[in-house]
């Protein structure tokens, strides 16, 4: 069922989440499918788990398969991942630009770390790890920034470069976040 989005301003947003327990259990399988109805129903491109008001720490993220009216999109497979643990693979960040489900309306540019190792669990339990790079890389860093409490405008550095997507992006189409 899609789930009411929480807005910045509601102090839910801002808590440390706590890690899943129990896989394979109807509550982690019910919350999964609220999670991926609300990310569609808001063409998303990932959600958290307290962004909808669960304080665990579950993502979810990209889409099912490669869209091809957009060939040369970058492709991230969809992912549950749970209890996640990411590892940067060097210093070098780069800047990009984010919107959030949690900030509607507005895009700011947000330095990442370009190449991330990142393991976890999916929904069933199983741990698997991965090593991406560049949006991929970016997606998992801000999703697993709301586990702890972190929305990306408190990684903006540059607040000449966050503004309203229509202002910022005229003519862009802004449903997605
Ligand atoms: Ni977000």
Known sequence: MIQPILRMGDPRLLTVAAPVA???TPALDTLLQDMFDTMRAANGAG??????GVP???????QPELNSRYPDA????QTVLINPVL???DDIQVDGWEGCLSVPGLRGVVPRYL???YEGYDAEG???ARTVEGFHARVVQHECDHLDGVLYPMRVQDFTRFGYTDV???GLDASDD
């Open 74 to 77: 970058p492709v991230v497979p």
């Open 115 to 117: 190449r991330l190792h």
């Open 87 to 89: 590892t940067a693979l």
């Open 56 to 62: 665990l720490r579950i993502v979810i993220f990209g």
């Open 126 to 128: 199983q741990a698997f």
């Open 47 to 52: 959600l958290a788990a307290p962004q909808i």
């Open 168 to 170: 910022l992006f005229p």
């Open 22 to 24: 129990e896989f394979g």
